[in-house]
């Protein structure tokens, strides 16, 4: 399968089975997803496996940021999650938002050799990355934030919902004429 194949046939998967890759299979994927492109090679990301009780302190933790009473069973639903932080570096050529955009890069490249691998993924995100609770549940220190996880199990029998094309005609647009400035 072509890289242009894998990518149009990616989909999110909101369901996923109990399924999952072990740490070892994971590796070699994270290697190559850590290959996106990163201005002075900074590596401003990294990336935490959460299993088992990981995915119950998780459901505690977003309860806590929510104020609410019982723990949330949204990490319950893939027996796999992997946050994805970025992780600033001090540096007077990458700015912040560009660094940011590594760690996007890397999950979503994760995504893309999870799912051609085999796994049903979804990258879920919410208000409540930014709350001090999941922050600390996390061990992120004061340089980093969560971006959301990758949610990855085995992929049902039942296909996902089809996505809607992309009309890239519309997307890709010329340089407006008149706009530059002549020297």
Do not use: C
């Amino acid at each position: 399968m072509s890289a242009l194949d894998a990518v149009l046939a990616r989909q999110s998967w909101s369901k996923v089975t109990d399924q999952a890759p072990t740490h070892e299979e994971l590796l070699p994927l994270v290697a190559a997803a850590g290959r996106v492109a990163d201005h002075s090679s900074l590596q401003p990301w990294r990336l935490i496996e959460l299993r088992g009780a990981d995915r119950e302190a998780l459901g505690a933790a977003i309860a806590k940021a929510q104020g609410d009473r019982h723990p949330s069973s949204k990490p319950l639903r893939a027996s796999l999650l992997i946050a994805v932080v970025a992780s600033y570096r001090k540096s007077d050529k990458v700015p912040r938002w560009e660094q940011e955009a590594v760690a996007s890069g890397v999950a979503h490249t994760l995504s893309l050799l999870l799912d051609e691998a085999g796994w049903g993924v979804i990258w879920r995100t919410g208000h409540y990355t930014r709350s001090k609770a999941v922050a600390k549940a996390h061990g992120l220190k004061k340089n980093e934030e969560l971006l959301g996880w990758l949610y990855v199990g085995g992929k049902p029998a039942k296909k996902p919902g089809r996505r809607r094309p992309v009309d890239a005609e519309s997307l890709l647009t010329p340089m407006p004429a008149g706009k530059t400035k002549k020297k």
